[in-house]
């Protein structure tokens, strides 16, 4: 009997820190992946797309059937913070996190289900953040976006179930990504990264592939049974 065909996945904002470690991960398991992100990716299976802008999702998408077939994983890292004083933070910048940190979810779900419905089977993973559990100081339109992200995944877990599509949240505590070195070096973490591991239960930062290994896991035929769920990567810290 012949090998059923690799199953074809997205990552989005793969170009960078988790994303391109869940990209290499997935790879390694043996599916075809196609990263999109504004920036183009290391390894050469990434698309230059802007996840808010549907026209460029829908776009990329085709480019993945006609190489691939149809996609029946997606993964959404792509993801911005921001820290500014609620009482100053300007509308744009409120619009500009919410249209990439959940928006850009809604697209890229839309832009695939089709597939996922059509082949009664799908696994679609969204990584929020850990700050969603209790709130972040100047971080309100960041913990609003990603906090629904949280909410939507429950809801769209229960619509689509009975298709076979599972649809889990992932919200990382702190992975060493480009993205919290920034912080650290703009003084946005509340304290250095060393003085965080001092308050995680497993005394160190996370990695990429800490988060990585759990989405391999979630998009596999054996995590059939797990959907709706919001599960922490965060070295027991939920914060
Ligand atoms: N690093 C952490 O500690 C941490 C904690 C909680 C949540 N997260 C979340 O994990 C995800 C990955 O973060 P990271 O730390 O790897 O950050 P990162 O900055 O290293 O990577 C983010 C990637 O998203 C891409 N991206 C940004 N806007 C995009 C857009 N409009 N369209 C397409 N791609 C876009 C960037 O180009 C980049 O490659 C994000 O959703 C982030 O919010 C990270």
Redo the contacts with the bound molecule.
Sequence with gaps: MSAPPARTAVV?????????AIARRLAAEGLNVAV????STEDGDGLL????DRAQVDKAADTVRERYGPVSVLV??????GFTRFAELPFADWQRVV???LN?VFHCVQSVLPDMWEGRWGRIVN?????AHSGQPFMAH?VAA?SAVNGLTKSLALELGPRGITVNAV??????????R?AEQRQRLGGTVEEHIARTPVRRV?R?ED?AATCAFLVSEEAGYITGQIIGVNGGRNT
């Design positions: 989005t904002g793969g170009a960078s820190g988790i994303g391109r999109f992100d504004i920036a797309v802007d996840v808010t959404n890292a792509a993801g911005q913070d249209d990439i940190n850009g990584i929020s953040s850990s700050s960041y990603k919200p990382p505590g702190f992975i060493d990504t480009p993205m919290l920034t996370g990429p988060i």
